[in-house]
């Protein structure tokens, strides 16, 4: 049971509506995943898959523990792991997961379980690096892993992937176009092995927006769903999805002289009013929003954080609000909240949202 107050409202409309708008953006025959790893980016994998499941063509997840939780939500869209290791293969093929194999070890591994359970055309995924230097084969691999993969009725090749380094960032344009090159001499080079198309893909949320050339016959949106583009104009045509809230469990009058919070980090200079707020470093609030850096936002002001941000709670100032104790207080409520809150803890919206501790209590809102 969680009835903590302290809430992250997850916006299901605002997801829509940013479904739509990379929809719009593609040719009609694109697919789409859905990256819902990480809980959905710090909101709820689970909740928000279900959501989605009737309105994308896939999803995808890290580690193949998180899309058990989509198979045990009686999800049945196609799930890809991206990231499957040889301890797990027996539970991706228990639910029915499609690993992406990125080197021969996690190949050869998956190619003897599904020999040995007789498994018929099992879908994989094959991923290629063509500059990140993260997961994936490389181009020099194909022969080698054609082979391989042989003529074999016990597996599929569903689809073929890479992943971009710098989609975002428009001043690695060259660098982007050459790894778009070596990614479509690699499909190439596969397609003279086969006598069917896999499903290619290549971009995420930013590919989409710089790169929308590059969209072969599917796209992987994360960061996009939840409201965020790679820049303010694109981010201005989403809407956010991540509505962090909480209410004023108590008010103190500081008189001047006293101090507020561990470390009596805050002195007051002058007759204050504080609001204690039941959120905390353990719940993702970086200790670097304390002492007047970071905000929440109460009956429309901004009150700014005050003294040292503790595990469990936050001290604000609201001498200049009107508010009383158990008033609503947003945490963020739209992308300029979430952006300056990256930016005072020198960090990405990525980071802010993932960070989003576990122990508050989810609700999915449309
Ligand atoms: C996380 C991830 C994505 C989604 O990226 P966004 O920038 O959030 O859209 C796509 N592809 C891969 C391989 C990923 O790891």
């Given at each position: 049971m969680n009835n903590h107050v302290t809430v992250l409202e997850i916006e299901g409309n605002a997801i829509t509506h940013n479904l739509n708008y990379f929809r719009q953006k593609l040719h009609p025959e694109t697919k789409i995943l859905a990256v819902v790893k990480a809980f959905g980016y710090g909101s709820d994998g689970v909740k928000v898959a279900s959501f989605l499941k009737d309105k994308v063509d896939y999803f995808a997840v890290a580690y193949s523990h998180e899309g058990v939780a989509l198979r045990q939500a009686d999800i049945k869209t196609p799930i890809l792991v991206l990231h499957p290791q040889s301890q797990n293969i027996d539970l991706i093929v228990q639910y029915q997961l499609e690993p992406s194999l990125y080197n021969f070890n996690i190949l050869n591994a998956f190619l003897s379980f599904t020999e040995k359970q007789l498994l018929t055309e099992y879908p994989i995924h094959l991923k290629f690096n063509t500059g990140l230097n993260r997961l994936g084969f490389c181009n020099n691999d194909v022969p080698k892993l054609m082979s391989s993969l042989g003529e074999s009725k016990y597996h599929k090749i569903v689809s073929i992937l890479s992943h971009l380094?710098?989609?975002?960032?428009?001043?690695?344009r060259d660098f982007t176009l050459t790894q778009l090159n070596n990614f479509n001499s690699i499909i190439k080079e596969v397609d003279t092995y086969l006598d069917y198309k896999p499903i290619i893909h290549a971009l995420n949320t930013s590919g989409v927006i710089n790169y929308p050339e590059a969209q072969f016959d599917m796209v992987r949106i994360g960061i996009g769903l939840y409201g965020f583009g790679n820049n303010k104009e694109e981010t201005s045509k989403l809407k956010n999805s991540h509505v962090l809230k909480s209410v004023i469990s108590q008010i103190h009058t500081i008189k001047k002289g006293e101090t507020v919070g561990y470390n009596r980090a805050f002195k007051a200079k002058r007759l204050t009013k504080t609001a204690t707020i039941p959120i905390g470093h353990a719940d993702g609030i970086s200790r670097k929003l304390g002492n007047n850096k970071g905000y929440v936002t109460i009956r429309d002001k901004k009150a700014w954080i005050v003294g040292n941000v503790c595990m469990d709670m936050i001290m604000v100032d609201i001498s200049s609000i009107n508010c009383d104790e158990g008033d609503e207080v947003f945490i963020f409520k739209n992308q300029e909240d979430i952006l300056f809150m990256a930016s005072i803890t020198n960090t990405i919206s990525y980071e802010i949202l993932t960070m989003i501790s576990q122990r508050i209590k989810r609700f999915l809102r449309f």
């Amino acid at each position: 049971m969680n009835n903590h107050v302290t809430v992250l409202e997850i916006e299901g409309n605002a997801i829509t509506h940013n479904l739509n708008y990379f929809r719009q953006k593609l040719h009609p025959e694109t697919k789409i995943l859905a990256v819902v790893k990480a809980f959905g980016y710090g909101s709820d994998g689970v909740k928000v898959a279900s959501f989605l499941k009737d309105k994308v063509d896939y999803f995808a997840v890290a580690y193949s523990h998180e899309g058990v939780a989509l198979r045990q939500a009686d999800i049945k869209t196609p799930i890809l792991v991206l990231h499957p290791q040889s301890q797990n293969i027996d539970l991706i093929v228990q639910y029915q997961l499609e690993p992406s194999l990125y080197n021969f070890n996690i190949l050869n591994a998956f190619l003897s379980f599904t020999e040995k359970q007789l498994l018929t055309e099992y879908p994989i995924h094959l991923k290629f690096n063509t500059g990140l230097n993260r997961l994936g084969f490389c181009n020099n691999d194909v022969p080698k892993l054609m082979s391989s993969l042989g003529e074999s009725k016990y597996h599929k090749i569903v689809s073929i992937l890479s992943h971009l380094a710098a989609s975002e960032d428009t001043s690695e344009r060259d660098f982007t176009l050459t790894q778009l090159n070596n990614f479509n001499s690699i499909i190439k080079e596969v397609d003279t092995y086969l006598d069917y198309k896999p499903i290619i893909h290549a971009l995420n949320t930013s590919g989409v927006i710089n790169y929308p050339e590059a969209q072969f016959d599917m796209v992987r949106i994360g960061i996009g769903l939840y409201g965020f583009g790679n820049n303010k104009e694109e981010t201005s045509k989403l809407k956010n999805s991540h509505v962090l809230k909480s209410v004023i469990s108590q008010i103190h009058t500081i008189k001047k002289g006293e101090t507020v919070g561990y470390n009596r980090a805050f002195k007051a200079k002058r007759l204050t009013k504080t609001a204690t707020i039941p959120i905390g470093h353990a719940d993702g609030i970086s200790r670097k929003l304390g002492n007047n850096k970071g905000y929440v936002t109460i009956r429309d002001k901004k009150a700014w954080i005050v003294g040292n941000v503790c595990m469990d709670m936050i001290m604000v100032d609201i001498s200049s609000i009107n508010c009383d104790e158990g008033d609503e207080v947003f945490i963020f409520k739209n992308q300029e909240d979430i952006l300056f809150m990256a930016s005072i803890t020198n960090t990405i919206s990525y980071e802010i949202l993932t960070m989003i501790s576990q122990r508050i209590k989810r609700f999915l809102r449309f």
